[in-house]
């Protein structure tokens, strides 16, 4: 080292007092004018200037560690210390925790002050920002937004585009299903509320990987990772989802039970806790809101809890003679996102508008949803109430799918079919409705045991055609149920959980 480099580093090592101060307190001197903060799930960050844009970063995260040591570079020459790095870590994370604000910090969408906020994910750090009276590209938004590796780039919207341009480029069958794909855009445009899962179903070739990639790329591009495989825990689902606005999950052959109870979690807001790394007694909570979309060739979801949180899409087929190769299907896209986008955001600004007008007669399950979609109808130039009225069918296909693929609801609805109504306990519930299943031994076939709940489960379904599951409690030490014909079935808009 030269004597010139020592002088500084001695100069810097000693306080006022004489006495040398600590690698550790130095970083922590060099830090002295960057903001800390924590979130409301007790996360440290902090605010530092990257090329003349504030950037928010999680304390520990390896990046803030890659910058508080470059700082310590520049200034000495030399490398901090690794136990240095962390003892400064740790106070600048007291500090954040106990002395520093409390603030969402916010992945790809957020809401403040009624406007709604899209990072566009690039190096310059702006955002689109919505409001009643229009859209525009801020430079130094209100709020503060997190990047992970994966995220993609937004291009810069532009005007005077329209939404039916998006039909050229997602395979669909029916008006109403195209309706139904822009419904679910605009609703994950939306902060802060409930989401509806996209369950994109079709054979082999109907498009359904483009679909769902073209769909999220509206939205919330990813560049490493558009389309993920399906995590194989609820604790690596929450997780996934917590990485991004959007998850997308390629190729589903089925849903077991818990993963499709964490995306029911997921679509309405909802908790998963794990076991904190090197300890016995603490958890780390993941609380996600999210949209989520799904594909695979049928019957992704089977659960009427997740139907019922959904929009289905069935894929026709593409004739080879209507197919295009990939390098020309997505240089158009590219060519047209830009006004898609901005297509979408003349909505959404309407909407922002009219929201406080809309009352719905009916509120089905997703009710905010359904109401923020219904205030973006004007702008979309459908009729009134149209949204409702094509949900309500979407919601039907919804409940036909999972009765089909449930072995129970099946046998419930034969062994109903020229009864007005049956009670008996449980047992003898499962005997009679036995008859009507080719193999009791099969996995989705209830026990004597578990049939309440499952007859609980799929009771909104069965409702739909008529059929009425009652549990009458307990009448003379015995569990008595009831099974009720009606002849004027209705789609029901509550789900027993």
């Keep these: 080292m030269s004597e010139e480099l020592q002088n500084v580093d001695a100069l810097?090592?000693?306080?006022?007092?004489?006495?040398?101060?600590?690698?550790?307190q130095i970083l922590v001197e060099m830090a002295s004018d960057v903001e800390f903060f924590h979130t409301p799930d007790e996360k440290a960050y902090a605010v530092i200037m990257i090329d003349g844009h504030e950037v928010a970063m999680p304390l520990r995260k390896k990046k803030f560690k890659r910058w508080l040591q470059m700082k310590f570079y520049e200034d000495f020459g030399k490398v901090a210390g690794s136990q240095a790095v962390e003892d400064a870590l740790s106070m600048m994370?007291?500090?954040?925790?106990?002395?520093?604000?409390?603030?969402?910090?916010?992945?790809?969408?957020?809401?403040?002050?009624?406007?709604?906020?899209?990072?566009?994910?690039?190096?310059?750090?702006?955002?689109?920002?919505i409001a009643e009276d229009g859209w525009g590209i801020r430079l130094d938004p209100p709020v503060y937004f997190k990047?992970?590796?994966?995220?993609?780039v937004l291009p810069v919207p532009k005007k005077g585009?329209?939404?039916?341009?998006?039909?050229?480029?997602?395979?669909?069958?029916?008006?109403?299903?195209?309706?139904?794909?822009?419904?679910?855009?605009?609703?994950?445009?939306?902060?802060n509320s409930p989401y509806p899962i996209l369950v994109v179903q079709g054979e082999q070739g109907s498009s359904k990987s483009t679909t769902t990639k073209v769909t999220r790329s509206l939205i919330d591009p990813s560049e490493t990772m558009p389309l993920r495989n399906l995590p194989k825990t609820e604790e690596e689902l929450a997780i996934a989802a917590s990485k991004a606005h959007i998850g997308a999950y390629d190729n589903i052959s089925s849903l077991s039970n818990a993963i499709s109870d964490t995306f029911c979690k997921i679509a309405l807001g909802g908790s998963v806790a794990k076991r904190e790394l090197y300890s016995d007694d603490e958890e780390t909570v993941i609380t996600v809101m999210k949209p989520s979309i799904l594909n695979g060739i049928s019957d992704v979801g089977k659960r009427p809890d997740l139907l019922d949180r959904s929009i289905m899409l069935n894929l026709p087929a593409i004739p080879e003679e209507k197919r295009t190769d990939e390098q020309t299907f997505w240089k158009k896209f590219e060519e047209e996102r830009p006004y898609i986008i901005g297509a979408f955001l003349d909505v959404i600004s309407s909407a922002?508008?009219?929201?406080?007008?809309?009352e719905l007669e009916h509120k089905p399950r997703m009710a905010d949803f359904a109401l923020w979609v219904t205030a973006c109808e004007k702008a979309l130039g459908w009729y009134p109430d149209e949204f409702m009225d094509i949900y309500k069918r979407n919601r039907s296909r919804g409940v036909e799918q999972?009765?089909?693929?449930?072995?129970?609801?099946?046998?419930?609805?034969?062994?109903?079919?020229?009864?007005?109504e049956w009670t008996?306990?449980?047992?003898?519930?499962y005997e009679a409705l036995s008859e009507y299943v080719e193999d009791r031994r099969d996995r989705a076939w209830p026990t004597s045991r578990s049939i309440r709940g499952r007859l609980t489960r799929i009771a909104p379904g069965l409702r739909?055609?008529?059929?009425?599951?009652?549990?009458?409690?307990?009448?003379?030490?015995k569990r008595m149920l009831k099974l009720k014909r009606d002849d004027k079935p209705e789609i029901d808009e509550d789900v027993i959980l």
Excluded at 147 to 152: E, L, P
Excluded at 402 to 420: H, I, K, Q
């Design 161 to 191: 585009g329209t939404i039916d341009q998006l039909k050229k480029f997602i395979n669909y069958q029916h008006e109403d299903d195209f309706k139904m794909v822009v419904a679910w855009v605009l609703g994950a445009m939306r902060p």
């Design 147 to 152: 990047r992970t590796n994966s995220m993609g």
């Design 12 to 24: 810097a090592n000693e306080d006022t007092s004489g006495e040398k101060k600590t690698q550790s």
């Design 464 to 477: 739909s055609q008529g059929i009425h599951y009652i549990d009458l409690g307990t009448e003379k030490n």
């Design 352 to 358: 922002l508008g009219n929201i406080d007008n809309v």
């Design 93 to 129: 994370e007291g500090a954040a925790l106990f002395k520093g604000e409390k603030h969402e910090v916010h992945s790809r969408i957020a809401e403040h002050e009624g406007c709604i906020y899209i990072d566009l994910g690039n190096e310059l750090h702006t955002s689109i920002e």
């Design 424 to 429: 008996g306990t449980p047992t003898a519930a």
């Design 402 to 420: 999972s009765l089909e693929t449930d072995p129970l609801a099946v046998a419930v609805l034969e062994f109903m079919e020229n009864r007005a």
